[in-house]
């Protein structure tokens, strides 16, 4: 199990059962990949602002379509962020063919692990 104390860590399949992530505490994961414009953009404003927020995240590298995660959690877009508690996803943000994510989602995640804190 990974301990997630405020950490910040990629991941791979084996940090996850099924649908579910091994480790509990509340975490937020950016599903990401090489290729992707929108992730080179979003994803270093995510780490950053978790970071800065003592907040937990997580990335997982999808390049490779052979990723099992891809259907394992139906990932359509990349950038998709989503927070897990309890080891559970508990709240989703999809990117959005030809957009990727705008940056507000970034305040949204960290509200929603704020939340979990409190």
Sequence with gaps: MISMQVSNTELTVADF???GLR???PLAVVFTASWCPFCS???P???STLSK???SYGLVDLTSYD???WETFEIEVVPTVVIFRNGRAAYRVDGIYGKGLPKSVVEDVV???RATRN
């Design 17 to 19: 059962e099924g649908t």
């Design 23 to 25: 480790d509990t505490q």
């Design 41 to 43: 953009t979003f994803t």
């Design 45 to 47: 404003i995510f780490k």
């Design 53 to 55: 927020n003592q907040l």
């Design 67 to 69: 990723n099992p995660l």
């Design 111 to 113: 509200s929603e692990l």
